[in-house]
């Protein structure tokens, strides 16, 4: 028997019974194997990781920082909508779950400003003010955060793309903030040349915010090939996989924050 991987035909995983017992892969499920085997390889090295950088914050007896995941919008918010309808907040909401899950794993503290779309306040009384008051006093009162704000872009024309993270004031957040530009860039977005960049001091967040924060828009709703791979499950969680390893990479080494 021989195995033939035909990247030409669109078949499910069979076995054709022939005269020379080919057995033939199907192109679109064998890449989404090597994807999922890729993630879960990812996976096990941000947990190997994680055990070893938490065995030297033991050692040196120093506080472990706190991630803190904030899914922008939510509830009667929707955010930026796409032509589809597809909703920014949802899309938040499924990157933001997907990194928790995936940092509860590895064993890193994680907190999220909103766990599902429920709205806190009826239509006649919500606040956007209000609800970025309450994510900020939320952040400001965990010791040892670093806060992660997710977010999709958006643009009246559809010729913008690319992931692109915005950063608060401080020598934390830049480094945190270019460490997750790169990684995003080489892991995913190859043909990205955005750069992060710091945050308009309009910015709310990452103004108010007394800890190391970033804003990253993952891509942009208005563009469609961004929007196809945000919609896909894989890719959100890639971008978990990302958003985590940059955490670590920036704030894993001596497991203590240096900010007040």
């Not at 992060?196 to 970033?214: D, F, G, I, M």
Request: proline fraction near 3%; charged fraction near 15%; include cysteine.
């Amino acid at each position: 028997m021989r195995g033939l991987f035909d990247f030409t035909r669109k078949i499910d995983y069979n076995r054709e019974h022939g005269s020379r017992g080919v057995v033939v892969l199907n192109r679109e499920k064998l890449l989404d194997g090597v994807l999922l085997l890729m993630l879960l390889g990812a996976a096990c090295l941000l947990v190997y990781t994680a055990m070893q950088l938490s065995a030297v914050s033991s050692e040196k007896g120093s506080a472990a920082p706190v991630l803190i995941i904030d899914p922008g919008h939510g509830g009667i918010d929707g955010g930026a909508i796409a032509f589809d309808g597809t909703k920014e907040s949802d899309i938040n909401l499924a990157i933001a779950l997907k990194l928790s899950e995936l940092a509860g794993f590895c064993g890193v503290q994680s907190v999220l400003t909103r766990t599902d779309d429920s709205a806190r306040t009826s239509y006649e009384a919500y606040s956007e003010h209000a609800d970025l008051v309450y994510r900020t006093e939320l952040a400001n009162s965990i010791q040892n955060g670093v806060f992660l704000s997710i977010h999709q872009n958006f643009y009246p024309t559809s010729q913008p793309s690319g992931a692109q993270v915005l950063y608060a004031p401080g020598e934390q957040s830049r480094q945190f903030a270019e460490a997750l530009q790169t990684l995003l860039v080489s892991q995913l977005q190859p043909s990205n040349r955005r750069l992060a960049e710091p945050a308009p001091k309009s910015l709310y967040l990452t103004a108010h915010v007394s800890c190391p924060a970033v804003l990253v828009e993952c891509g942009f709703l208005s563009n469609l090939t961004d929007l196809d791979q945000l919609r896909q499950d894989t890719f959100q969680s890639s971008l978990a996989v990302v958003l985590l390893g940059a955490y670590l990479r920036c704030f894993g080494q001596t497991r203590a924050l240096l900010c007040t």
